[in-house]
């Protein structure tokens, strides 16, 4: 069984993938992989990664986000963070990708910074 | 003192088993949510890069493991076969040049997490980080 599951949902034009598990070297990155290659193949490129269930980040998951980041962006798209557990923002903070996401702790205004 | 030693083949799912051992030693020994949270991120990291850097996914080739408790220091142990390399030469991860890289953020997060981290050539080959985090 996977450590993470990954739901979809849209809100307009903008696809949240809500996660739930951890992102860890194997399955876990394997999975956001999967599904962000997924949601992009389906010309979906406002991507929001609602990281509130993810209890659990590695270096490999980190650089998944970083994977998923510059993907969507060279599709033209752009994916933003919400819900960051302190774990996962204290790692963002040491690796200094705090300054390259953006991030949202309040759905609605995740959403609306798309408009 | 409590020790433990285990050796683990050079395959992703050790790093899960890595990470288990991890905890369970760290909680016998006391360690409290904050501790147990950096030994799992600290050895997780570490074996996934014996694992895939120095012992290349070679299965003939075993991630050596110990765990030993002392002086309220926790030390890991991890070893692999591989042929070795600097650290010094591994890239910064913050350097704005390499932030949007999707790997060579480990290291960084075992000396964040760690008290003490040290690289080793051990005779016989291979690479050896000791890690240290009091309790």
């Known amino acids: ?18 996660l739930d598990g951890k992102v860890t070297i194997g399955e876990g990155s394997v999975a956001l992989r999967t599904a962000i290659r997924r ?12 990281l509130g269930g993810v209890g659990y980040i590695d270096s490999s998951g980190i650089g998944e986000l970083v994977s998923s980041f510059t993907a969507v962006n060279k599709e033209g798209g752009t994916l933003k ?6 774990k996962i923002q204290d790692l963002l903070a040491i690796t200094k990708l705090l300054t390259v996401f953006d991030v949202y702790e309040d759905e609605a205004a995740a959403l609306a910074s798309y408009n | ?47 996934a890069n014996a694992v895939k850097h ?3 996914f070679d299965e003939t080739k075993d991630v050596e493991i110990s765990f030993e408790e002392f002086d309220n220091v926790i030390e890991i142990r991890v070893r692999d076969f591989g042929t070795g390399f600097s650290v010094a030469d591994v890239p910064d991860p913050t350097d704005p040049e390499n932030l949007l890289k999707s790997n060579g953020r480990g290291i960084l997060f075992m000396n964040s997490f760690m008290d003490e981290v ?10 050896r980080v000791k890690m240290r985090k009091k309790l």
């Open chain 2, 118 to 127: 040290k690289w080793e050539n051990p005779p016989g080959g291979g690479l």
């Open chain 1, 81 to 86: 963070l919400l819900n960051l557990t302190q």
């Open chain 1, 39 to 50: 949601v992009l193949g389906e010309g979906k490129n406002k991507i929001l990664l609602n």
């Open chain 2, 54 to 56: 120095g012992n290349k």
């Open chain 2, 1 to 47: 003192m409590n020790t433990q030693e285990i050796k683990l083949p050079s395959r992703i799912e050790s790093v899960d088993a890595a990470a288990e051992a991890a905890d369970d030693f760290a909680k016998k020994c006391g360690c409290g949510d904050e501790c147990v949270y950096a030994l799992d991120l600290a050895i997780r990291e570490s074996v």
């Open chain 1, 1 to 18: 069984m996977s450590d993470i599951t990954i739901t979809e949902r849209q809100a307009g034009d903008v696809t949240i993938l809500d």
